[in-house]
């Protein structure tokens, strides 16, 4: 916050968007920053407190978010003064490099934008139809599995009227702990 003197008497000048706080135009941040600038301010003149408060409270949580968006366009900056190192690639693997370069952008978020785009990368990527992560969710009909680990039915003898019993549970839970063959 800063003080002008307006016919003799100190008036608080409150400064948003590029005029408070820059970030690289890489990502396209100024007029974010002023209209998060203005809500955040105008929130905070709705909760009744005194103007010094309203402009401390302001700047105190609004500096946490400049942080965040000048972080990003620090990487996004980066990224463009070396663009030469990712001009080799393939266009698929350049333009997900492009678009995650301020890393405010994930895999996660990309997929949520566009999935379709995100499905055809992953394609790209594996060389082949691609085989989900193994701790991903798994529906089946009307049953939705935590994971895709499945283990097939073992030892059903000892199952009362087809209830799994204590037997199973150690023998499937030393299956689970035992290291792999290889």
């Known amino acids: 916050m800063h003080y002008e003197t307006i016919q003799g008497k100190p008036v608080p000048i409150v400064l948003m968007g590029d005029a408070a706080h820059t970030a690289h135009f890489s ?44 972080n990003a366009a620090r990487n996004s ?4 003064e070396n663009v030469n190192r990712y001009s080799g690639m393939e266009i698929e693997q350049f333009a997900y490099s ?14 949520l934008r566009d999935a379709k785009w995100i499905e055809s990368y992953e394609a790209w990527l594996s060389g082949g139809p691609v085989v989900p ?15 895709r680990i499945v283990c097939s ?27 792999p063959p290889w």
């Open 27 to 70: 990502i396209g941040s100024g007029t974010k920053l002023a209209l998060e600038d203005a809500i955040d301010l105008a929130n905070e003149f709705s909760s009744g407190h005194g103007v010094n408060e309203v402009l401390q409270a302001y700047e105190a949580r609004r500096s946490v978010e400049v942080l965040k968006i000048q």
């Open 77 to 80: 900056t980066e990224w463009f």
């Open 98 to 111: 492009l678009l995650t370069r301020s890393q405010r952008i994930s895999h996660e978020n990309l997929r």
């Open 133 to 147: 992560p193994m701790l991903t969710p798994f529906k089946v009909r009307g049953t939705e599995l935590k994971n």
């Open 153 to 179: 039915p073992m030892a059903t003898y000892s199952a009362i009227d087809g209830v799994p019993q204590d037997f199973h549970l150690v023998h499937l839970g030393a299956r689970a702990s035992a290291a």
